[in-house]
């Protein structure tokens, strides 16, 4: 804001301010961006921004879900969890399968199964909720506890790391020199803001999360919508479980522990309602973006990780003030 | 503490009005009002919809302020400026909507807000044991064998009813207001409900009862004040009276409604039937056939079961018996997405709460419903979109500036266009109206009703329920009448005035 003041003398005033209405996480995201370029050592380098692009993809990939999840007025705490399943679900295929069938075969298998646990543990969630009640923060915090154990059940306890040669170029590898999940991170972007934006189905998860009496009263299916969103984001958590395994090469239950609070965070830093009914793909891009960028700056500023999340609290708490106060302003 | 202590000094309230005036920017909703009510009666207060009943109890209880005159309580002038100055006046009233907390016990709810206290061990806290004595002696008092201790959720609505009454005269009040008390109860309860007004007449309690029960005043009531377009029309008392005067009252010479030349409609093969409907609790056996090009009429008093029926034919809730044809084909029992594919469209009479998603832009609204056909392969844009949005906005006349401004930003009688343009997108073969002119200006409520009118001489069947009778005289082809979840006749609005309609919705077929 310092810096929008700064910038601005007399009768130019309103501009920028209107500016900073519209797009007050792009513009914070911008000034981050800056401070870190001059004040964290080595932030600009290529390869500290492909790394932050590259953790920041792992994220992402389920954040632009969670956000169709939370816009439908639903939310989703088990995706740390997902993502530990999934990881261990591919290892395991790999591990039992590949003697039989091949390295690759077996992963692509443990792949369709991870993604088809995924998308149904999602989508059962969503009827949960119809059929019983129950409501979704409910069911995901018992997927959030149970999930883990199952992981840790079927690798035994220990990382299962027997992967084919070149499995660890999905999570760590590079093409035409960028890492490869951000391509992932990328088309999924593209996918969910076009899925959200151009097709009925994007239409009506607004409308439920909105409103759902009058979404059901205009006819639409508000139960499948949710229970498709949430099957959706249990897919994408199933695609960054698995990239996450590859880059650390092991399938273990202890993966991504948190990570659900990051993914909901960003979601929330990017300007979507948790009320339901409001919220962009693009503003949880800028949210994911500036989470990443915070963290790996205080990392090379060498900020202590206890600092780091009080930080990120302040930051969540921050933006959905902010938020607020534009709601009111606008 | 004396509040549970029975008062034996008859609480005398004698309640006059002088000149009362309430404004509402340019709306007179109360003009020039002079009555006195007498001590230790039951005073009937009875006006259609918007005469001015509502503002009157709103003023008594404090909720609203005069705009001029004086109102006096036992010949000392009032000046009420919030509920609390009338209750220290003594007077406490029992709204329509019951305010009980239904998860706590019935003593707990009684004292609410003012929980007796004792000392434990040096600490302040809940004397539940006296909160109960006290609650028990309050209900024996007024003859009733409820046990204070029952979560009030575990009561029937009538003895929530009975309860929130005790609550009021926990407060010891001279005056008790009792706002349509029986709207929700079964005639078992409300016999019960009548026993505790004796007895509180008896103690000497001034109350003013209002409802729209024809037969209640006569039986429970000592006078009837009528009120109409808000001025004082006169007060009669009961003994002397007939349903025929109070309505004549409430009326006056009510002109004829103008309506307007419509086609004949041909009554040979209907396009939706309705046969036996049951929904147990809301409505019973209700059968009726629509036809192509008919406006069909439901009247009703509020709680006769209208909306209930609306909702359960287009599948927003479940029915318990009886079958619904569309078009000849079965639809018993289908979703409001398969209605709607079917060809209904039903615009819900809260369109503030469940007609419109507020957070969107108007154009989506409109788009809301008929996503599917709009959308190819499913995907859809605002190009695709638009024509749907600029036709509605036309032909509705729909004031909204850019469309793709939140629909809430829009005036009421807009914000219902855009819930109808919204089912007329989706090219429904029959559509609901419930309630399309609640809360609209004159100019918009006519706009409806020409589009109503425009689209029946289209082929477009529909029913049309409004809770002023005029409008369903003037709008409608034919009128269902309904009482108590029943249909009890069948009128021509040609040849039926607002007085005969009136005594039917009140009185069911009996009279």
Not at chain 1, 142 to 155: E, S, Y
Not at chain 1, 303 to 323: H, P
Not at chain 2, 17 to 34: I, N, Q
Request: aromatic residues 8%.
């Amino acid at each position: 804001m310092t810096l929008v003041s700064q910038t601005t003398e007399g009768d130019g005033q309103n501009v920028p301010l209107r500016l900073l209405k519209t797009y007050p996480m792009e513009i914070i995201l911008a000034a981050l961006v800056l401070f870190l370029i001059l004040m964290a050592p080595g932030f600009a380098s290529t390869a500290n921004i492909l790394n932050v692009l590259r953790t920041v993809a792992m994220l992402g990939i389920i954040a632009f879900g969670m956000t169709a999840v939370i816009i439908s007025g639903e939310i989703d705490l088990s995706v740390g969890a997902g993502v530990a399943l999934a990881g261990c679900i591919v290892a395991w295929f790999a591990d039992a399968y590949t003697d039989a069938i091949g390295g690759w075969s077996a992963v692509i298998l443990g792949f369709a199964v991870a993604l088809t646990v995924g998308f149904s543990l999602g989508y059962l969630t969503g009827r949960f909720r119809q059929w019983f009640n129950v409501p979704t923060f409910i069911t995901t915090l018992a997927l959030f506890a149970a999930l883990r154990g199952v992981a840790n059940l079927i690798t035994g306890g220990f990382p299962l790391s027997t992967f084919p040669a070149g499995f660890d170029f999905l999570g760590g590898g590079y093409l035409f020199g960028i890492p490869f999940p951000v391509y992932i991170f990328a088309l999924t972007f593209a996918a969910m803001h076009f899925l959200m934006k151009y097709t009925s189905f994007g239409r009506e998860v607004y409308a439920v999360g909105g409103n759902m009496e009058a979404a059901r009263l205009s006819g639409i299916d508000i139960w499948k919508v949710k229970a498709l969103t949430l099957g959706l984001t249990g897919a994408l958590t199933a695609i960054s479980g698995t990239l996450i395994a590859s880059q650390i090469g092991a399938g273990t239950g202890t993966t991504a522990t948190g990570m659900e609070l990051d993914v909901i965070a960003a979601v929330i830093i990017g300007g979507t309602s948790l009320f339901g009914g409001k919220g962009r793909i693009w503003g949880t891009l800028i949210g994911v973006l500036f989470l990443g960028c915070i963290s790996n700056g205080m990392t090379l500023m060498n900020v202590s990780e206890y600092w780091q999340y009080v930080v990120r609290g302040g930051i969540i708490l921050g933006a959905v003030l902010l938020n607020q106060v534009l709601e009111r302003v606008r | 503490m004396t509040y549970s202590q029975p008062r034996t000094d008859a609480a005398q309230g004698r309640l006059a009005f002088r000149s009362v005036t309430k404004r509402y920017g340019p709306t007179v909703a109360l003009s020039e009002f002079t009555h006195e009510f007498a001590p230790g009666r039951v005073h009937a207060l009875m006006g259609k919809n918007g005469s001015g009943k509502s503002t009157l109890i709103k003023l008594l209880a404090g909720v609203t302020e005069p705009t001029s005159g004086t109102i006096s309580v036992n010949g000392r002038d009032q000046a009420f400026t919030s509920p609390h100055d009338a209750f220290d006046a003594g007077i406490v009233t029992v709204h329509q909507e019951l305010s009980l907390v239904p998860e706590l016990s019935v003593g707990e709810n009684i004292f609410l807000g003012r929980l007796p206290h004792t000392r434990r061990a040096g600490f302040r806290v809940v004397d539940w044991k006296g909160l109960h004595r006290r609650a028990a002696e309050l209900l024996s008092d007024m003859g009733l064998t409820i046990d204070s201790r029952k979560p009030v959720s575990a009561l029937s609505v009538g003895q929530q009813q009975v309860v929130e009454i005790v609550k009021a005269m926990s407060f010891n009040p001279s005056i008790l207001l009792l706002d349509e008390p029986t709207s929700a109860l079964a005639s078992k309860e409300v016999k019960q409900l009548f026993a505790l007004i004796e007895r509180l007449r008896a103690r000497g309690v001034t109350m003013i009862y209002i409802t729209h029960r024809m037969s209640e005043l006569f039986e429970i009531a000592d006078t009837c004040t009528v009120i109409r377009d808000g001025h004082y029309i006169g007060a009669v008392e009961m003994r002397a009276t007939s349903p025929a005067e109070i309505v004549g009252m409430m009326f006056g010479d009510a002109a004829r409604t103008t309506r307007p030349p419509r086609q004949a409609i041909d009554r040979v093969k209907p396009l939706l039937e309705v046969r036996g409907l049951t929904r147990a609790g809301h409505f019973n056996d209700v059968s009726f056939d629509l036809y192509r090009g008919e406006i069909l009429g439901i009247a009703g008093l509020l709680g006769s079961g209208r909306t209930e029926l609306m909702r359960a034919i287009f599948g927003a809730d479940r029915i318990d018996a009886g079958t619904v044809h569309l078009e000849g084909r079965s639809m018993t029992g289908a979703t409001p997405s398969q209605m709607r594919a079917a060809g209904l469209g039903y615009t819900p009479e809260n369109r503030k709460e469940v007609g419109l998603v507020q957070s969107l832009p108007t154009a989506d609204n409109l788009c809301m419903a008929s996503l599917g056909p709009i959308a190819r392969n499913g995907l859809i844009s605002r190009r695709r979109e638009q024509p749907h949005v600029d036709r509605q906005i036309v032909d509705l006349h729909i004031k909204c500036g850019d469309p793709e401004l939140p629909v809430s930003s829009l005036s009421g009688g807009n914000q219902q266009k855009v819930v109808i343009g919204k089912w007329l997108n989706t090219a429904p073969s029959v559509m609901f109206f419930d309630e399309p002119s609640r809360g609209v200006d004159v100019q918009a409520k006519r706009q409806i009703f020409d589009i109503i009118w425009q689209k029946a001489s289209e082929g477009l069947s529909s029913i049309f329920v409004s809770t002023e009778l005029e409008e369903v005289l003037e709008v409608a082809d034919r009128i269902l009448v309904m009482h108590h979840g029943s249909v009890v006749a069948e009128v021509d609005p040609t040849r039926t005035d607002l007085t005969q309609l009136y005594g039917l919705c009140m009185e069911g077929a009996s009279k």
